[in-house]
């Protein structure tokens, strides 16, 4: 759930960009992690169980994975981070569409967290960067 209150301190452009990155994060938990298993430390979401479904469940899955990359497009993610969205997004799909084997690997890969793992990292960079930190401290 998003704290409103601690997302009204920061500047408009931070607050956008928090509200945006935790939809995100909502849409790759669902798709990746939403389910535990009983009795294991496994989750699995809905790109693992529509999965199941040969050709159609890949295709579905594949929607909120492009949806994803396409909001960090939209937020002025640099293209070597969208080409690693993708390139998750491609592994996924392709081996995620080998039966069985897919299937398997659908529950550990998780490349929706993945992309929104990535997309978090850069906005934080690119905050750490902008701000007024001087030189010698900048990682």
């Known amino acids: 759930m ?7 301190t920061l500047p408009m452009s931070d607050a956008g960009d928090a509200l ?6 909502r ?3 669902m798709m990746d992690s939403a389910v535990g298993i009983p009795g294991t430390r ?15 469940g890949d295709a579905l899955a594949f929607m909120p994975a492009v949806y994803i990359i396409g909001s960090a497009w939209k937020m002025g993610v640099p293209r070597r981070v969208l080409a690693r969205m ?5 592994i996924d799909t392709v081996v ?31 905050k750490i960067a902008s701000a007024d930190i001087p030189t010698q401290y900048r990682r």
């Open 20 to 25: 945006k990155i935790d939809r995100l994060d």
């Open 96 to 126: 995620g569409s080998i039966p069985v084997l897919g299937d398997i690997f659908d529950v550990g890969f998780k490349s929706n967290r993945r992309n929104v793992r990535l997309l978090r990292e850069h906005i934080d960079s690119a």
């Open 27 to 29: 849409i790759a938990r």
């Open 42 to 56: 496994l989750r699995v979401g809905l790109d693992s169980i529509v999965g199941l479904v040969p050709g159609v």
């Open 86 to 90: 993708a390139t998750n997004t491609a």
């Open 2 to 8: 998003t704290n409103h209150n601690a997302l009204e």
